[in-house]
């Protein structure tokens, strides 16, 4: 629920004394959605200066026939000096008096005042509530100069057609090398084979692999699944597909699975034989999901665990070969954005641990805002900062880099910089191996 607090002053006189009028906000038809969640206002005729409070909240129905994604925006007014929260609000019903539902007189907000007067901009709504009504209403009869508060539900319809936006996709990024020692209970079976090694005691690498997704309609409220294809053989050909809609069993792939129908069949194959660990808890291919800056991180992981105990998540260790992952993202409406991500494991003797990326923290303060915004951040190291800032539609619209030290940092934001137009963007902060995502709102 938000406040919102309105002081709508007009000098004229009025024959109104300690009252004012109510214009609702319009139900809104077949409209994308907002970035910054704007869908109009109540409008005021209160030349009293009263101190008028306005609060919404909104409640999201299960998905209707007409609209893709539909919510309901409840609206409360209320005079600050005289509303008692224990006493009743009138209820002002949304008119409706066309069967057709996207007939345009259905969208307009009623006028609630005393005025009755045809022509008059802040006259009373005369409308039929419903289709079948016999007569209109004369919404003055919900107007009261003692009126403790109203309510009302604004209708918003939408259609998306606009697919998830994604950031971060770490697509044609320079091969991994496996740095590691390896570990004779990974990827070790006589079915396995590591041609330069010559042994069945497959080379296994950490590699940490994910990007970042928001829709402008669904927020994080996002479907994922992803198809890792793996080259075992390291022949270069992917023959091998994890399937995170119908994954294998714990410790074991499906090798040679990749040109089946749905993936499905293939040689069950263990690369996790780990002693003593029971066959329900090996590691299994699945992904760890959270929140960043509004944004949604997806990162591929080993799991390891039952559901509802704890639940560990460790990076996959994977052999040398030409691997690929397709990272899918649908939201609430269908539409999907492909993150399609190739990339290699190459063998190594180096006995230490393969660098994994971080998340740097960083706020942006104010958020939304008008003139200019701030972005704070630590740095682990001394280096160079990229920060590349997209819109709503993934169009890059500024892309800095600066030198800057480890430690406490800044960087502000201009409108000017980026367009100028009011809306959503998106921003990545880079820094060597850590990064951060974040979403950004432009006030009107």
């Not at 007009?10 to 009028?21: I, L």
């Not at 040679?256 to 690369?271: I, V």
């Not at 954005?337 to 063998?347: N, R, S, Y």
Request: include cysteine; hydrophobic fraction near 40%.
């Amino acid at each position: 629920m938000r406040l919102l607090l309105l002081f709508a002053c007009f000098t004229a006189s009025s024959a109104f004394s300690q009252a004012y009028f109510v214009r609702f906000p319009d139900d809104l038809l077949y409209k994308q959605c907002e970035a910054a969640n704007i869908y109009g206002e109540p409008l005021f005729y209160n030349p009293d200066s009263l101190p008028i409070a306005v609060e919404y909240w909104d409640v999201f129905p299960s998905p209707v026939p007409d609209a893709c994604y539909k919510f309901e925006r409840y609206w409360k007014i209320y005079k600050q000096d005289t509303y008692h929260p224990a006493l009743p609000c009138t209820q002002v019903p949304n008119p409706t008096p066309y069967a057709i539902a996207t007939h345009p007189a259905n969208a307009s907000g009623p006028v609630i005042s005393s005025i009755d007067t045809l022509g008059n901009p802040w006259s009373a709504t005369i409308s039929k509530i419903t289709p079948v009504d016999p007569a209109p209403t004369n919404f003055s009869m919900y107007w009261s100069a003692s009126a403790n508060c109203y309510m009302y539900r604004q209708m918003i319809n939408l259609i998306d057609t606009i697919a998830p936006l994604v950031i971060d996709c770490h697509a044609g990024i320079p091969p991994a090398a496996d740095t590691t020692l390896n570990d004779p209970h990974l990827w070790n079976a006589a079915y396995w084979w590591d041609p330069p090694a010559n042994n069945q005691d497959l080379r296994e690498g950490a590699i940490d692999l994910g990007y970042a997704a928001f829709d402008s309609c669904s927020g994080t409220n996002l479907g994922v699944r992803y198809l890792l294809y793996l080259d075992l053989d390291q022949d270069g050909v992917q023959e091998t597909v994890i399937n995170s809609q119908a994954p294998p069993p714990p410790g074991m792939v499906f090798f040679g699975n990749a040109a089946n129908p749905g993936f499905s069949g293939g040689e069950p194959r263990y690369f996790d034989q780990r002693p003593d660990i029971d066959s329900l808890n090996r590691y299994r291919f699945g992904y760890d999901r959270v929140w960043n800056n509004n944004a949604l991180v997806l990162r591929l992981r080993w799991v390891e665990g039952q559901w509802p105990d704890t639940i560990i998540f460790s990076l996959p260790q994977l052999p040398p070969g030409q691997h690929r992952i397709k990272w899918y993202t649908q939201d609430a409406c269908g539409n999907e954005t492909l993150c399609d991500h190739p990339f290699e494991m190459l063998g190594g003797v180096v006995a230490t641990q393969a660098p994994q990326s971080t998340l740097l923290k960083l706020e942006s303060n104010p958020n939304p805002f008008w003139e200019n915004t701030t972005l704070l951040f630590d740095l682990p190291e001394t280096g160079p900062v990229q920060l590349a800032i997209l819109n709503a539609t993934g169009q890059q619209v500024y892309a800095k880099t600066r030198y800057l030290p480890a430690g406490d940092n800044q960087w502000i934001i201009r409108k000017a910089e980026i367009s100028g137009k009011s809306g959503m963007y998106w921003y990545t902060l880079k820094s060597g191996l850590s990064r951060a995502v974040g979403k950004l709102v432009l006030l009107p």
